[in-house]
């Protein structure tokens, strides 16, 4: 006998990507950070270096005048229409590229050693709590903790996500995954250490009015300054903080959090809760799920990615499809050996 369970696909369709990759031959020594810092303001495109070669998907017109006002010289290429076969790493990566730009703008944040790994940091309150009531699921959850009051432990959502190509076809993977963050202060921060800055203060200004970076870097330096960038009604200290590349960064005080790990998570006598969130049994993985996609995809079953200007360069089908997975309780029987 066997029983037959519902589950779902987290694998979904790409049903439109960039067709055609422009090229330019870099013939001076540059490297691919120097590239990346020439185009970083470069609007409408997006591209990827490749042993002298700059793919772009855009007009490449607009990387054309970046290189010439830098003294670069270049050559332009035929260009070439996108052969999975022989493109896929370099569209992959593209597409990659564009995915960070989207999910950024929704709100999430990645990590600087694993770009593929993102979780909710910044989504508005009445989104939050929109896809809550609809879902019974919140973006971002506090827990109280039993050892430690005071402490603020907060749950952020995320995934991990990966493209992959199976035959002619291109699928979006998405695999959930939590991130469990403490909220800290300039006095606890300590050189070498990797905060990330998150607010979980209710605001009428949080989302896309709150000029707030989406930011996770190990630090060298954090002091408090009397920079006041004024964007946040809130703010009752400003922090400046140095990363280990030198990059500069004003944010209010009270968005500083570090990311917890299970000892520390033991200490607080919340190992047991963080596992129910992080360990999701069946039905939560899907409200989870539903709730993610609703929000990436604004309610609608496609998912929408500018590439290179194109509003609709990356489209994903992420309508949940169920499959039928037979279950067989017994088949461990047919190995024992009499």
């Given at each position: 006998?066997?029983?037959?369970?519902?589950?779902?696909?987290?694998?979904?369709?790409?049903?439109?990507?960039?067709?055609v990759?422009?090229?330019?031959?870099?013939?001076?020594?540059?490297?691919?950070?120097?590239?990346?810092n020439?185009?970083?303001?470069c609007?409408?495109?997006?591209?990827?270096y490749?042993?002298?070669?700059?793919?772009?998907?855009?007009?490449?017109?607009?990387?054309?005048?970046?290189?010439?006002?830098n003294?670069?010289?270049?050559?332009?290429?035929?260009?070439?229409?996108?052969?999975?076969?022989?493109?896929?790493?370099?569209?992959?990566?593209?597409?990659?590229?564009?995915?960070?730009?989207?999910?950024?703008?929704?709100?999430?944040?990645?990590?600087?050693?694993?770009?593929?790994?993102?979780?909710v940091?910044?989504?508005?309150?009445?989104?939050?709590?929109?896809?809550?009531?609809?879902?019974?699921v919140?973006?971002?959850?506090?827990?109280?903790?039993?050892?430690?009051?005071?402490?603020?432990?907060?749950?952020?959502?995320?995934?991990?996500?990966?493209?992959?190509?199976?035959?002619?076809?291109?699928?979006?993977?998405?695999?959930?995954?939590?991130?469990?963050?403490?909220?800290?202060?300039?006095?606890?921060?300590?050189?070498?250490?990797?905060?990330?800055?998150?607010?979980?203060?209710?605001?009428?200004?949080?989302?896309?009015?709150?000029?707030?970076?989406?930011?996770?870097?190990?630090i060298?330096?954090?002091?408090?300054?009397?920079?006041?960038?004024g964007w946040?009604?809130?703010?009752?200290?400003?922090?400046?903080?140095?990363?280990?590349?030198?990059?500069?960064?004003?944010?209010p005080?009270?968005?500083?959090?570090?990311?917890?790990?299970?000892?520390?998570?033991?200490?607080?006598?919340?190992?047991r809760?963080?596992?129910?969130?992080?360990?999701?049994?069946?039905?939560f993985?899907?409200?989870?799920?539903?709730?993610?996609?609703?929000?990436?995809?604004?309610?609608?079953?496609?998912?929408?990615?500018?590439?290179g200007?194109?509003i609709?360069?990356?489209?994903?089908?992420?309508?949940?499809?169920?499959v039928?997975?037979?279950?067989?309780?017994?088949?461990?029987?047919a190995?024992?050996?009499?």
């Open positions: 006998m066997s029983e037959r369970n519902l589950r779902y696909l987290t694998r979904f369709s790409i049903i439109e990507y960039p067709k990759l422009h090229r330019l031959r870099v013939s001076d020594p540059v490297t691919y950070i120097q590239i990346c020439i185009l970083k303001n609007r409408n495109i997006t591209f990827h490749h042993e002298k070669i700059i793919y772009i998907v855009g007009d490449p017109e607009v990387v054309m005048e970046k290189l010439k006002a003294g670069i010289s270049f050559s332009r290429e035929e260009s070439v229409e996108v052969d999975l076969e022989k493109h896929f790493e370099i569209l992959r990566i593209i597409l990659y590229k564009a995915i960070r730009s989207f999910i950024k703008h929704k709100g999430f944040v990645w990590r600087p050693d694993k770009q593929t790994s993102a979780f940091s910044h989504i508005a309150d009445d989104e939050q709590n929109s896809v809550g009531q609809m879902y019974g919140y973006m971002v959850r506090r827990l109280t903790p039993a050892t430690s009051f005071g402490t603020e432990f907060y749950i952020h959502e995320g995934f991990d996500y990966t493209i992959e190509k199976v035959g002619e076809s291109l699928f979006l993977t998405l695999r959930l995954k939590v991130t469990p963050l403490v909220k800290t202060n300039l006095g606890q921060v300590r050189p070498m250490m990797k905060l990330i800055t998150a607010c979980h203060r209710e605001c009428e200004l949080k989302g896309l009015l709150c000029p707030l970076p989406l930011w996770k870097s190990t060298t330096s954090a002091e408090v300054t009397s920079t006041n960038p946040c009604p809130y703010a009752q200290a400003w922090a400046k903080l140095i990363d280990i590349k030198g990059k500069e960064l004003i944010t005080a009270h968005t500083l959090n570090i990311e917890s790990n299970p000892h520390h998570i033991r200490a607080l006598g919340l190992y809760e963080f596992r129910k969130f992080s360990l999701k049994n069946d039905p993985k899907i409200k989870t799920l539903k709730a993610l996609l609703s929000y990436l995809a604004s309610g609608r079953e496609e998912l929408w990615i500018r590439v200007g194109n609709g360069g990356l489209k994903v089908d992420v309508a949940l499809k169920e039928k997975v037979e279950v067989f309780p017994d088949a461990w029987q190995y024992i050996v009499a």
